[in-house]
């Protein structure tokens, strides 16, 4: 069974940093990526990387910003998160999936969530 579990939220300033990890466990999926839901919103798409690492998309409300980075020795999936903006905020979902895929339906696997509050 894949087990998914992040790591790494908190309440920082504008314009801080902050790392979010993912331990994975069971099986190595193909897609991992990071999806976000702040209240009142839907489920949104943040950043995906593949087996591999050769394939990494984001999303154009955090290109320059944050960087995803998975060690498969370690089993970790991370998110360098920087230049943090308000709207930032959410709820941040780690994911996996047995295909490259950015669609939220098509991974199959989600971890608990984190909080991320970014303050202004």
């Known amino acids: 069974q894949v087990q998914l579990v992040e790591s790494g939220g908190g309440l920082v300033q504008a314009g801080g940093s902050l790392r979010l990890s993912c331990a994975a466990s069971?099986?190595?999926?193909?897609?991992m990526g990071w999806f976000r839901q702040a209240p009142g919103k839907e489920r949104e798409f943040v950043a995906a990387?593949?087996?591999?690492?050769?394939?990494?998309n984001y999303a154009d409300s955090v290109k320059g910003r944050f960087t995803i980075s998975r060690d498969n020795a370690k089993n970790l999936l991370d998110l360098q998160m920087n230049s943090l903006k308000p709207e930032d905020t959410a709820v941040y979902y780690c994911?996996?999936?047995?295909?490259?895929?950015?669609?939220?339906?098509?991974?199959?696997?989600w971890g608990q969530g984190t909080q991320v509050t970014v303050s202004s």
């Open positions: 990387i593949s087996r591999s690492g050769w394939r990494i």
């Open positions: 994911a996996a999936a047995g295909l490259w895929t950015l669609e939220t339906e098509d991974y199959a696997y």
């Open positions: 069971g099986l190595s999926m193909y897609a």
